[in-house]
């Protein structure tokens, strides 16, 4: 994990936000890497869920919307942690992570499920057990934290006129339903795709990019007629779909994958059935992806609200339903740190990040073999403006060849391309292939085939 840290700190990939003031706790930016690789994996995502899909349609609805909606949703009030408080530092810590980290290895409680446990529970077993802080302290009461973030619109100092950063990107889907089915000729079963920025008060440190309090979601409502669609079924297919995303598109190992169904306790109180695609991550299996059976319960929730009537009217019959809903949820800086961990090897003397070449941050880098001869950076130019108009090229004529292979390796891009002084007499360059460092000559006439190819695996 440390290793993983260091190499997306050095290279770019991630910073601690607002580093020079000493950072934030669970915040962090994305460097000249990361934003790219972020971004490849947003793109595929919309793409296999959306645009490749005839029964799929997008929506970016704002960060704040009408406080009502949280109300509606059940957020208000029902969406928090059990939180204890260090009494000498009077650090917050999550109840059940204390417990969970303290029950670690001790055999005697092989049995205690943590998501099972009430607030009371976990109270209760802290006390009993005389569990401490991570500083040796004794802690407070369990005591419930609300998790949605607040904040003031337009209201004067003193003023109360709250509204919340959303907690989930789905609420903007379900307010919207209407303006879908006014606004399209879709018709059910259809689902509705959103990516954006959500916001959590969490207050667990550590573990990285894993959990932070500003993080971007990709949510999928897919709504059907429960008298038309078997739920279990649909569930199914999109659990593969999920499984399928993972592996095909991103290149994920299946053996660091598993599902992983929620106890009774533990699912959201708007949930028949939940389970989580959890992947294996350095610091132990935990949740990547979500999928939760919804039922109607937003729309109807949202319909109480509003006084608004959020029914679909069958095009053929004229019936009247509230659709049901399937929610597939993704974090999508989870599936970064997916993807980096995954793609993390040592080999040797290197460090090389075996990332899917269609989602690494740069596709191609270009070098003259030396930075000293005009005829080969004009070459080797030429090359690069003809790649970087259809690939993201990395440029480099800095140092040795062996020094910007390893870099290009650490950054996981999976050709690089040199013009050498064969280059200028028989117009071919060396490719060399960041898995295997195999390098071949090819014709330049044929580089960008050579990379289309590249890419398809
Ligand atoms: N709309 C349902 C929902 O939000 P969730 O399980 O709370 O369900 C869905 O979140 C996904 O969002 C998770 O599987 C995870 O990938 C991501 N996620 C949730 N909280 C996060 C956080 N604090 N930081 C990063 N990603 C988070």
Redesign the pocket.
């Known amino acids: 994990m440390d290793r993983i840290i260091s190499l997306t700190k050095r290279r770019g990939f991630i910073y601690q936000t607002s580093e020079i003031y000493g950072g934030l706790a ?1 915040g962090y930016d994305y460097g000249p890497l990361g934003v790219e690789l972020l971004r490849n994996i947003k793109e595929l995502w919309w793409k296999k869920f959306v645009h490749e899909r005839n029964d799929m349609v997008g929506l970016d609805t704002q960060i704040i919307l009408h406080p009502k909606t949280w109300e509606a949703s059940g957020h208000v009030g029902n969406f928090a942690d059990a939180v204890v408080e260090d009494t000498v530092t009077h650090k917050r810590y999550r109840a059940d992570h204390l417990v969970e980290k303290w029950i670690q290895g001790k055999e005697e409680f092989h049995d205690v499920v943590v998501e099972e446990m009430t607030i009371e529970e976990l109270s209760e077993f802290i006390k009993k057990n005389n569990i401490k802080s991570p500083d040796g302290n004794t802690v407070s009461e369990s005591k419930k934290f609300d998790l949605l973030m607040k904040t003031h619109l337009g209201s004067l100092e003193g003023e109360q006129d709250t509204v919340y950063l959303r ?4 609420q903007g889907i379900f307010t919207n339903f209407k303006n879908v089915l006014d606004s399209t000729r879709i018709k059910l079963p259809f689902g509705i795709g959103q990516i954006g920025k ?1 916001f ?1 008060n ?1 207050i667990t440190l550590g573990q990285y ?5 500003e ?1 971007e ?1 990709g ?1 999928i409502e897919y709504f059907f007629d429960p008298e038309k669609e078997d739920w279990k079924q649909l569930f199914k297919t999109w659990q593969n779909a999920m499984w399928n995303f993972v592996v095909q598109d991103l290149g994920i190992q299946e053996k660091n994958l598993r599902w992983r169904r929620h106890t009774d306790t533990e699912r ?1 109180h708007y949930s028949k059935d939940t389970y ?1 695609l959890d992947y294996q991550f350095p610091f132990g299996w935990k ?4 999928i ?1 059976y919804r039922t109607d319960y937003d729309l109807k929730q949202q319909m109480k609200g509003s006084s608004v009537d959020l029914r679909y009217t069958d095009p053929y019959t004229q019936k009247k339903i509230i659709p049901h809903v399937i ?1 597939p ?3 999508m ?3 970064v740190f997916m993807t980096l961990c995954d793609s993390y090897c040592e080999e040797n003397d290197r460090v090389v990040l075996k990332i899917k070449p269609m989602l690494a941050p740069y596709t191609a880098a270009v070098f003259p073999l030396v930075s000293n001869k005009q005829e080969l950076i004009t070459y080797a130019e030429k090359i690069f403006n003809q790649l970087s108009a259809q690939y993201h090229t990395y440029w480099d004529d800095r140092g040795n060849i062996g020094k910007r292979y390893r870099y290009q390796d650490e950054i996981g891009t999976p050709l690089c391309i040199t013009v050498d002084y064969e280059s200028l007499e028989t117009h071919t360059v060396t490719i060399r292939d960041r898995d295997t460092m195999k390098q071949s000559r090819i014709a330049v006439k044929d580089v960008v085939s050579y990379i289309a190819n590249i890419i398809k695996k």
Do not use: P
């Open positions: 669970n907690g989930e990107t789905a959500s959590r969490e990019i894993f959990r932070t309090f993080f979601q949510e959201s989580d949740e990547l992806w979500g939760a929610e949820a993704v974090g800086n989870r599936l």
